[in-house]
Nanobody, 125 residues
Framework: QVQLVESGGGLVQAGGSLRLSCAAS????????MAWFRQAPGKEREFVARIRLSGDFTYYANSVKGRFTISRDNAKSTVYLQMNSLKPEDTAVYFC??????????????????WGQGTQVTVSS
């Protein structure tokens, strides 16, 4: 099993920045990719960004490309999501997810094996 714990959410004004963290523990050697998803009120959960835990592969949703950056610190078993130029439409609960597969461009939430509990991000206008 793998446990994921997110942190770093909060309230920020439009145009501001936040950095989310996701700390993984347990059988982390089984994970190949980690990702961030988000779910806004009344909407389905959607893919935000994905990173491979070796090499330099990253992949972003078009809605966040150029504003968000996903990164990792393998020594700390932690993945980050740096969010800049935040917009009110970025308001959502942000979830960290881990994937044991080797597929690069996986955006379906059903493909992920482990999930965190989520952290709220609220962007005021």
């Amino acid at each position: 099993q793998v446990q994921l714990v997110e942190s770093g959410g909060g309230l920020v004004q439009a145009g501001g920045s936040l950095r989310l963290s996701c700390a993984a523990s347990g059988r982390t050697f089984s994970i190949n990719y980690m990702a961030w998803f988000r779910q806004a009120p009344g909407k389905e959960r959607e893919f935000v960004a994905r990173i491979r835990l070796s090499g330099d592969f990253t992949y972003y949703a078009n809605s966040v490309k150029g504003r968000f950056t996903i990164s990792r610190d393998n020594a700390k078993s932690t993945v980050y999501l740096q969010m800049n130029s935040l917009k009110p439409e970025d308001t959502a609960v942000y979830f960290c997810a881990a994937d044991r597969s080797a597929l690069g461009f996986e955006v379906r939430e059903t493909a992920y094996d482990y999930w965190g509990q989520g952290t709220q991000v609220t962007v005021s206008s």
